[in-house]
């Protein structure tokens, strides 16, 4: 198995959703950055939407211990260890999940890689406990890239068929998408926010789950970076994306949509103001051939309704080869799209900071 990751940083991460601790190692960090402990703090708790009732019920304190690779508040160039403990497990509450499968959960699919020797239990490694590791590292990338003024955006463009408002990148500031990072359900329309809530805590109630679309912009990207063919930033980023339980699309700009639109509405008209180059529109988000445009950096992200529902629905003991009903015990959230705003978020920061470590920028 592979939970390595990167070209220039390289991000290992270990640890199950119910074992003593998760936790990463960050190799390849630039010598004397600056962590702001306090900002990591905070995005952490972003993922953990605080004491919402839209998130599940399992309390972890999420309070990470650097081992290595930090004095004085600076990175030394070396690995960064890092650790974040678990704290708040009920295992038993997994007991029949270790012969019999979650129908669209990981379960049946990990027994089958793993010969059964996999650690079902919250779901093991496949659990979306690991994106704190993932957030965590994020958090390191935002504080190199803090000092480019360097910075992402994320909002939930819809939760079902409840749609936000289009958002206008062009009026973004740091201090409006921090607006926005405070937010449990980060939207730009407020009557659409709380149609979500009710939306999501309606489903909660009926032992079901929402599915949704997260919408991500990285501002002030330098332009120039990436690579045409096999390492189009578009490439690198996708694979840290789907390396995010619960995603199971992604598209860049106009996405899909591109395909309802004629090329001269399609294309990005370029102009300049004698010191820059701009597009008019952004159809390709900040992208063209693998490599970026200077344009904010747009993609969506399809995160699909969750898995471990309440219902009782159908199954397979896969152990004794029969059908069985199956009733999923535990903590899950109604609606993961709300927690993993801030992990999509981090995904797109570590991209742009991996590949600016490879442009020599830091």
């Not at 708790?45 to 081992?67: C, F, Y």
């Amino acid at each position: 198995m592979s939970s390595i990751w990167g070209n220039n940083i390289k991000l290992s991460i270990f640890g199950e959703s119910h074992s003593r601790a998760i936790g990463g190692v960050i190799d390849n960090l630039p010598p004397g950055i600056e962590i702001d402990m306090e900002e990591i703090k905070y995005e952490l708790k972003r993922r953990q939407t605080g004491s919402s009732a839209l998130a599940t019920a399992r309390k972890e304190p999420d309070m990470p211990e650097i081992l290595s690779g930090v004095v004085n508040g600076r990175t030394t160039g070396t690995p960064l260890g890092f650790v974040i403990y678990n704290s708040d497990q009920h295992s038993k509450d997994y007991d029949n999940l270790k012969t019999t499968a979650r129908p669209s959960h990981a379960d049946y699919t990990g027994f089958l890689r793993y010969n059964g020797f996999n650690d079902h239990r919250g779901g093991g490694h496949f659990s979306g406990r690991l994106t704190a590791p993932l957030v965590f590292a994020g958090a390191i990338a935002k504080c190199a890239l803090k000092q480019k003024g360097i910075y992402t955006v994320s909002r939930i463009k819809s939760i079902m068929d409840i749609e936000d408002t289009p958002w206008d990148l062009s009026a973004m500031t740091y201090d409006e998408a921090k607006k926005m990072k405070d937010m449990i359900i980060p939207t730009i329309d407020p009557v659409a926010r709380e149609r979500m809530e009710e939306r999501v805590l309606g489903l909660k109630s009926e032992l079901d789950s929402a599915g949704g679309i997260i919408e991500c912009a990285i501002m002030n990207m330098e332009k120039g970076i990436g690579n045409p063919i096999f390492d189009a930033f578009e490439s690198r980023l996708s694979s840290l994306i789907f390396s995010v339980p619960a995603v199971k699309g992604l598209e860049f700009g106009e996405g899909f949509n591109v395909t309802r639109m004629r090329g001269s509405e399609a294309n990005d008209s370029l102009y300049t103001d004698g010191g820059r180059i701009y597009t008019k529109t952004n159809h390709d988000g900040g992208i063209n051939g693998g490599i970026t445009n200077g344009m904010p950096i747009v993609f969506r992200t399809a995160i699909k309704p969750t898995a471990s529902i309440s219902r009782e629905q159908d199954s397979v003991n896969f152990v004794e080869m029969k059908n069985e009903k199956l009733t999923v015990v535990g903590r899950h959230d109604a609606c993961i799209c709300v927690r993993a705003v801030s992990v999509i978020d981090a995904c797109a920061t570590l991209c742009a900071f991996d590949y600016l470590v490879e442009a020599k920028m830091f």
